[in-house]
């Protein structure tokens, strides 16, 4: 048992330094070199847990999918606005996030970053489905087409957050981006009843 406990550790720790590592120099420049010297850990350790520098990046993108998780909320778009508004606060805080985004955005040898895109129309999508079945959504809006514009844009959001106050105001520019787009999508009546703001840590609603 401890011995397990202590691969998890390494495991963790390996993850954490190429995170550090892939956020600050990107993935071609980052080495496996640099991620074992700020672990102190073997390149034996390094190579159980993970054989290559994609396999660390592919285990990064898990990240992107575990910071999909969709909220309960009984008015369906309010969900998604809160799916977006709580990656953007975890990505102001979590650095295998920010890796994993970094992944994502940058053009480089890397090839799987498609799936990041995919988990995200994804989790949206079903968001905007349920909203449509409850009547929340604009009658001949296309759900499919909504859900990759907002992926889309917040993928913008992120960059040019990052470019002018290091995320810092993430979380407001996504809030002015569904400010914009919630006439297109939503139904005039619900819209006064959107927050476009991060949500109380125990909202249900």
């Not at 010297?37 to 034996?44: C, D, E, M, Q, V």
């Amino acid at each position: 048992m401890a011995q397990q406990e202590r691969g998890r550790r390494s495991r963790r720790s390996i993850l954490e330094a190429a995170a550090a590592v892939f956020d600050e120099r990107g993935y071609d420049a980052a080495s496996t070199n640099e991620i074992l010297a700020r672990t102190g850990l073997t390149r034996g350790s390094l190579y159980h847990h993970f054989p290559s520098k994609e396999a660390l990046a592919l285990a990064l993108l898990d990240a992107h999918g575990e910071a999909l998780e969709v909220p309960d909320r009984s008015v369906k778009l309010q969900g998604a606005i809160d799916l977006t508004l709580e990656f953007a606060r975890r990505l102001q805080h979590d650095p295998v996030l920010r890796a994993s985004v970094r992944l994502t955005v940058e053009q480089t040898s890397f090839s799987a970053k498609r799936g990041a895109y995919e988990q995200s129309s994804k989790a949206l999508l079903e968001l905007l489905e349920q909203a449509e079945e409850r009547g929340e959504i604009l009658p001949g809006v296309d759900v499919r087409e909504a859900a990759s514009t907002i992926v889309g844009a917040f993928t913008g959001l992120q960059i040019i957050s990052q470019v002018y106050s290091n995320r810092e105001d993430l979380i407001e520019r996504t809030g002015v981006f569904w400010r914009f787009m919630l006439p297109g999508l939503a139904i005039p009546g619900l819209i006064g009843r959107l927050r476009i703001t991060s949500p109380p840590l125990d909202a249900k609603s």
